[in-house]
């Protein structure tokens, strides 16, 4: 027996839906507030278990960790240590990398498990993290195990590291190395997701004195120490997205509350050529679809391009559009694992390699089917909102990680969608 997700799909969705805070900002924030000689306080942390496992990390490494309401929390890393953090935990999330560059720049040392998180087909190198360390003037080794230390006796200091690919992770995670670093650092051909501008933005409200994030040249002159404060998460750029395609697959209208229109501008663009209606205010916004879904083609590509983490959502929408569409994985090697389950749903695509053909079908119909991980299962919903009849959806732990009460949500906008206890594959009922 195990928890899944059953949808009974072809119903439209209708309401309204208030976005939580970004998955892919909280979990560099929570390790940075490491840097921080006092105490955090975060607001509009997302209920998340990537982000609950991440605190549960610098909690066990002995920062104090106090939630004064559901989305806010104070981190006190005044006595936060280097020696033996929790490396089982560590694994459960790739993000915990971040974890590397926070303990190098406070503590000139990191022992870090080699990070865990989404599987979706291709390999997940931090050469590029180890790259930026070592151009600081650490020293990394790979240990027994699976861990990987850096180390810089003599401390770090700031230089100029080209990315000859743009990347995220070493991004924000150099940016954390190099904040309490002696001298100035150039980041260049850094990425510019929303999520590294919100990194940046809390550590200089900790007294940090970054400049030029959200471009594609980020300097960080060092600083000798960050102080506590207040910082307010900004709104999931991605889950906002998944919710907009799922109208657009479902037909309707939803009105999202708490977004941050220039983040979605790439989604929204795309909803649009597909045939949906987009009306923008200041920090909400409403995607309506009544007509037909129109085909349209989308390449995946680092910010502002269209992001790689909403290409299995807007797969949906193109099976049912008139016409074949084709997507193109422009960041990751391989992202097309879930067209599988779309297969059983009747669903008419053709991969090869980095591109997929989508050829729109009538109707898509439900059918069991596995969420191989976060993002993919957030498609698996929306396929199954979508479909004619009963989806059941296993491994339901990958959605979890990053989607705060997506089941809730989409109850409350019209969908008949619940969490239930079923035998697994094989399993006598
Ligand atoms: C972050 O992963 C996100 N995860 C991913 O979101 C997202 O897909 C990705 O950025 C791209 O936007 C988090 O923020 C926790 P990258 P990250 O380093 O940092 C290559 C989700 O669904 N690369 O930007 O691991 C890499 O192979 C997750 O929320 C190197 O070659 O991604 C890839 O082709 C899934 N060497 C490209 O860069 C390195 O050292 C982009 O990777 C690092 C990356």
Redesign the pocket.
Known sequence: MSKKIMIQGGKPLNGEINISGA??AA??IIPAAILVDGVCRLENIPNIVDVMVQLDIVKGMGAGVRFLDPTTVEIDATHIGTDDPPYELMRK???SYYLMGALLSRYNKAEVAMPG??N?G?????????KGFEALGAVTSIKEGGFVCVEAENGLEGKTIFLD??????T?NIMLAATLAKGTTTIENA?K?P?IVDLANFLNAMGADICGAGTDVIKIHGVEKLHGGTYSIIPDQ?EAGTYMAAVAATGGSLTLTNIIPKHLECISTKLIEMGADVEYTDDTVRVTRTGPLHKCNIKTL?YPGF???MQPQMAIPLCLADGASVITEG???SRFRYVDELRKMGADVHVDGKVAVFNGVPKLMGAPVTAY???AGAAMIIAGLAAHGETVISDTRHIER?YDDIVGKLQSVGAQIEYVEMPDEGEQA
């Open positions: 998955k892919n979990v560099a999330l790739r993000a998180g989404c979706f291709g390999v997940r190198p931090i050469d590029l993290h180890i690919v743009v990347s995220v992770g070493a924000m990425a997701e999520h991605i680092p992001p790689t983490d960041v990751w090697d991980d976060l993002r990053g």
